[in-house]
């Protein structure tokens, strides 16, 4: 896979949403730096990343992070640790797994199955 021209940063694509500031963002980056290196493969423009939180520092306390990629399917990662960095970094370890394992499903070298391809026989009329 060649490089992608604008490569996704967490720092160019995640936006906060209900129940953080936009205070809480710089210090949400800076834990998710380590998913940087996963989203380096897509296009900038084409990813975004929004997380929210649901009665935040509450009992039930819930963690949402969305990431849309361009021609892929949303994904969604919950968490409902109680406390907050835990829940920070559930979702963001969660994603990371998803994102993985998204690229081994769509990259043949990484998956036999993908990889090989079905010998097709051709009538040729004489």
Known sequence: MSAVANPATVEECLRVGTGFTQGDRNWIAEQFGPLDSRLAAFHADATEMEITVKDREARGQKVTLECWIGGREKIVTTSSEEDLHAAIMDVRDDLRRRLNDSKT????????????????EIDIPR
Do not use: F
């Not at 998956?111 to 079905?118: A, C, F, I, Q």
């Open 105 to 120: 499903k769509r990259e043949p070298r990484s998956n036999r199955h993908l990889r090989e391809t079905p010998e097709v």
